[in-house]
């Protein structure tokens, strides 16, 4: 009997070591902490927080200072800070692009047919009766035996291609991933893609529904300033242009060439071929380019078995700085839930860890990115040029935009599929009472949207989960007005300001559960894994030999 009274006692004693573990942590994630974070980080003094800006200056000293008082060690050798070399690229388009084919001459119209803009620092871009190759989705998926380029060769030419991927094209659940977008068809894939070809520029095809947002948002967030990582000294080759078209030009472009919308439907099939359409384009563009650095701030707690196996989380500190005022004169764009309150959480987090009675066994990173606002910069950056090795990278936990609401029934994972973290959530779910809800618009592809993408990009598995709109005690009509109101009324306005109704007890729970994914990961020995069919999991594969 008594080597089973030791075990038993062993087992209790396990039991409250976890409890008491518990208790620490989450007893840390207050709403009075968060709010005394979002209200510094979200004030007018810090000018919305924009990259090169006196905001800036001020956001990466006060997180150096609570990553310091929290007892956090420094992130990088001795330092907090990670710079990050950018550049700001203004472009001029030329009024018109003209298109040339065998019925005649014609012109589109700048921001209103199309709109470009290029990522080369060159002071003037020019396409100069460039051919035109139209070539489906623009795709080269191994995993799923798709090569839109295949036999064709694009070196210094025009392709045309279409928004989304061939699953969404068909909503064929059997290819690629049906109705879920992958990767492939994001729009960033396709200038990476043609520029990977040695197209000259890329133009993609908008369509409302497969972008998700209608050509109106295109013509709002083009042909003006925009950051880009500095790539001087880099071999890396971008497109002279890239940019879109409007449906109706994509139909003149066709026309023109003796074609019609029934090209992007073959396109669909499985070995379709990219064609000339026997056109040429030209335009120019004229870019003034100014170089800056920026930072991202990054702290640790050194793991106490595991220490050069690495947890990650991550939150972008910056939004859009002073603008447009809206229609009470205000200029500030505060960016108080964005993303104040996910750097706010990255704070709690980190000291939800500090507060646990033994050390985690692996490292935990707590990495505050900036220019997310810009096309995910700073953590794309770090995917790049990483300070921790990204093969000894267990896991990324993104945080973007905590829920200020009640409490949650559901959690929404953004592209569900991709990897092993989403069962993690799912139990975690179960201890909370909560159950998985599917993504209301797949289609979209929110996963490729926030800074834990420019980490799975690299191969680590990387989670982007929070409640979805299933408030407890007031149902899902409820919780779907709260996020209507501010996507219509207060995303990417100066009226993303503090709000004295906020309770934060949504925010706070899907902190914990972040918190629990974390823990259970830090005390493991195995590794998360990409699933089947992920985009990804070649790329993890290949670093992990």
Known sequence: MGWLMAISIFAACNQMKEVKNNAASTSTFSKDSLLNYIKVLASDSFQGRKPFSPGEAKTIEYLREKFTSLGLEPGNGQSYFQDVPMVEITCRPAPILQVE???????LQNTRDYVVSTENTDSLAVLDKSEVIFAGYGVVAPEYNWND???????????LVMVNDPGFGTQDTGLFKGKTMTYYGRWTYKFEEAARQGAKACLIIHNTQAASYPFSVVQSSWGGSNLYLDTRGSSQYH???QGWVSADAAKKILSAAGKDTSLLVQANNHGFKAVSLGEKM????????VYNTSHN?????????????????????????IGIPDAKGDTIYNGALDNASGTAALLEMARAFKNLPEKPERTILFLAVTAEEQGLRGSAYYGQHPIYPLNKTVADLNMDVISPNEKANDIVITGVGQNDLEDYVAEVAKTQGRYIAPESHPEAGHYFRSDHFSLAKVGVPALDAKGGI???????EYGKKLEDEYTANHYHQPSDEINPNWTFEGGIQDMEMLFQIGKKLASESTW???KDGSEFKAIREKSLR
């Open 239 to 241: 497109c002279a242009l």
């Open 101 to 107: 084919s065998s019925k005649g001459t014609f012109s």
């Open 297 to 321: 701030v990054i702290g640790k707690i050194t793991g106490s078995k595991r220490p050069d196996e690495y947890i990650l989380y991550t939150a972008h500190w910056d939004h859009l700085g």
């Open 282 to 289: 030209s335009t120019t563009v004229r870019v003034q380019s």
């Open 528 to 530: 998360p894994k990409w």
């Open 149 to 159: 380029y295949a036999g064709t060769d694009v070196k210094g030419k025009v392709v």
């Open 470 to 476: 299933d408030i407890a005690g007031k149902g899902k």
